[in-house]
C-alpha cells in the first residue's frame, strides 16, 4: 500500500507501482468506441501510461494536454492516458481539447488494471479511482520507469517520463 495525499489529506492506494525491470502486468481497457484493448493492442510499441483520477479535473487535463504535445517526437510510442472516466466522456474531452496524439483509454468494465498497477485508491473521496502516476513500458513490455505523484493535484515528471522512453 502506497499513501499519497489529496490536498495535503492522507489516502493510500491498494499497492505499489510495478518494480522497473518487472514485466507489466497485462490488462483490458477500453476505447473510445467501446473496443477492449491489452498490452497486446500495442506489440512492438514503446508505452507511456499517463494514469489519471479523471480528465475533468485541471491536472489531469493539463498532463493529457502537455503528453499530446509531446507525442510526435517519440515515434514507435503510444501515450496512453488512463482512467475512470466513460469513454463517452474521454472522447468528447480529446475532441473539445484537440488531443489526437494521445489514446484515452477507461476503465469502465473493471477496476482489475488499477489494482493491478497498484494505484486504485482504497480510501477518502476518490476512493475507488486511481492516484495519478506514470508507467513507461518498453517494447518488451518491461516496465523501465514509473512515477507515483505524491499529491494527486501535482504534476508528474514529465522530463524524467519523457527520457525513460528514449
Not at 493510500?12 to 481497457?29: E, Q, R
Not at 486504485?120 to 495519478?132: E, N, Q, S, V, Y
Not at 505524491?150 to 524524467?160: A, F, G, R, S, T
Request: with cysteine; aromatic share 6%.
Amino acid at each position: 500500500m502506497a499513501k499519497i495525499t489529496l490536498g495535503g489529506k492522507p489516502i493510500n492506494t491498494n499497492g505499489d507501482l510495478p518494480k522497473v525491470g518487472s514485466p507489466a502486468p497485462d490488462f483490458k481497457l477500453q476505447d473510445a468506441d467501446l473496443n477492449d484493448l491489452s498490452l497486446a493492442s500495442f506489440k512492438g510499441k514503446k508505452k507511456l501510461l499517463n494514469i489519471v483520477p479523471s480528465l475533468d479535473t485541471p491536472t489531469c487535463a493539463l498532463s493529457t494536454k502537455k503528453f499530446n504535445e509531446q507525442a510526435t517526437k517519440y515515434p514507435n510510442t503510444v501515450m496512453l492516458i488512463v482512467s475512470a472516466d466513460l469513454p463517452f466522456a474521454m472522447k468528447r474531452f480529446c475532441a473539445a481539447e484537440n488531443t489526437d496524439k494521445v489514446k484515452s483509454l477507461s476503465m469502465m468494465r473493471s477496476r482489475n488494471f488499477a489494482k493491478d498497477y497498484g494505484v486504485l485508491i482504497t480510501d477518502g473521496p476518490l476512493a475507488g479511482i486511481t492516484a495519478r502516476a506514470i508507467v513507461v513500458i518498453d517494447e518488451n513490455n518491461k516496465v523501465v520507469h514509473t512515477e507515483l505523484v505524491p499529491e494527486i493535484k501535482q504534476e508528474p515528471n514529465y522530463e524524467k517520463a519523457l527520457a525513460a522512453l528514449k
